[in-house]
């Protein structure tokens, strides 16, 4: 018995090494899945949900196309959106013919927007062929913007040729409310290859200014907030600048009239991706200004195009 006792007594710090060994596994176990719980209540994802999930397996895993956290976005160059970009290396791709079956995401799966036009009581949606930066002479960037808060989610369509999609534009036959049904029914059956890359969801900031102030770390929201501020006080003196320009070259009309005039001016540039002046391009401003004021928008409208393409415009004309 003695022995027995000594040797247990020998054997009982080993005993109680691998407890304590085994207690810290199961507590960083545990850690690790309270850190995967946290950082998936954060994400802003788009899920396949076929037939607004009634289709999808109960057992099947979730099939997320993108992803980004909530805590790393930020004011996009509109200082009333927030924008959260997706994460670019996600390696599930969405057919273009499978569109219609996503949806928007917050918080691991709850739906805050959807892709599907057809469901019953959907809230209404646009699809708009801005110019993107993705465009090119085999993608497209279509932004949707989902009632009724204005959230904003932006894709690229890989696979469809320029000549189809600028053909669209040019003969005006695109409907922004039909976008789904145009890309599913019509361009994916003509491109049955073409793909869909998720690139960003943008949020109104007074429709979410709980979430980004009880979410975003106290660094963190001052930090986003201090370049928000920045960014007003460079797009005001942008603003300023084309005022006075617009007035120099004898634009007197009343304020209402002028209000729109100054705001399709400010559209142009946003387009040309200009937010701020600078000693770079503040002759590209005053071009943009002169082209709007002497040859109207329909002109401006292809000068920004030529510089969104990266060609040369012809400037005014005499």
């Keep these: 018995r003695t022995h027995f006792a000594r040797i247990m ?9 691998a407890l304590n060994d085994q207690a810290a596994v199961d507590a960083q176990k545990e850690i690790d899945g309270l850190r995967k719980d946290l950082n998936l209540a954060h994400q802003v994802e788009v899920l396949r949900s076929r037939n607004n999930g009634r289709d999808e ?3 099947e895993e979730v099939l997320v196309y993108s992803s980004g956290n909530f805590l790393d976005g930020r ?9 959260v970009d997706f994460d670019a290396s996600s390696k599930a791709r969405c057919p ?28 209404s949606f646009d699809g708009f062929l801005d110019p993107g930066e993705e465009d090119s002479d085999s993608s497209k960037v279509v932004c949707f913007c989902f009632c009724p808060d204005s959230t904003w989610l932006e894709i690229v369509v890989c696979g469809w040729p320029r000549e189809d999609w600028e053909a669209r534009i040019n003969e005006n036959e695109w409907n922004p409310e039909a976008s789904t049904e145009i890309l ?33 770390p ?26 006075m320009k ?10 209402p009239i002028f209000v729109r005039q100054f705001g399709e001016v400010m ?15 503040e002759e590209i401003i005053s071009d943009i200004v002169s082209i709007y004021e002497t040859q109207g928008r329909e002109a401006l409208e292809l000068h920004v195009q030529r510089l969104r393409e990266g060609g040369e415009s012809d400037g005014m004309e005499e």
Excluded at 219 to 226: L, N, P, S, V
Excluded at 232 to 243: C, H, I, S, T
Excluded at 246 to 252: A, F, K, P, V
Aim: with cysteine; proline share 4%; net charge negative.
């Design 246 to 255: 617009m007035r120099e070259l004898g634009n007197q009309s009343a304020s």
């Design 9 to 17: 007594s020998d054997l009982l710090p080993l005993v109680i090494a």
């Design 96 to 123: 273009l013919s499978e569109l219609r079956n996503c949806s928007l995401c917050v918080g691991g799966g709850f739906p805050v927007a959807s892709l599907d036009e057809t469901r019953d009581n959907a809230p």
């Design 184 to 216: 599913v029914e019509e361009v994916a059956v003509r491109y049955p290859q073409a793909t869909v890359q998720f690139k960003c969801a943008s949020f109104v900031t007074g429709s979410i200014h709980g979430a980004l102030k009880r979410l975003l």
């Design 75 to 83: 004011y996009d160059h509109n200082p009333n959106l927030w924008r």
């Design 57 to 59: 397996a109960e057992d």
């Design 267 to 281: 559209d142009s540039l946003n387009e040309a991706q200009i937010f701020e002046l600078t000693e770079d391009n």
């Design 218 to 243: 106290a660094k963190r929201r001052e930090e986003t907030r201090a370049e928000r501020d920045s960014r007003d006080q460079e797009y005001a003196m942008l603003q300023d600048f084309v005022v």
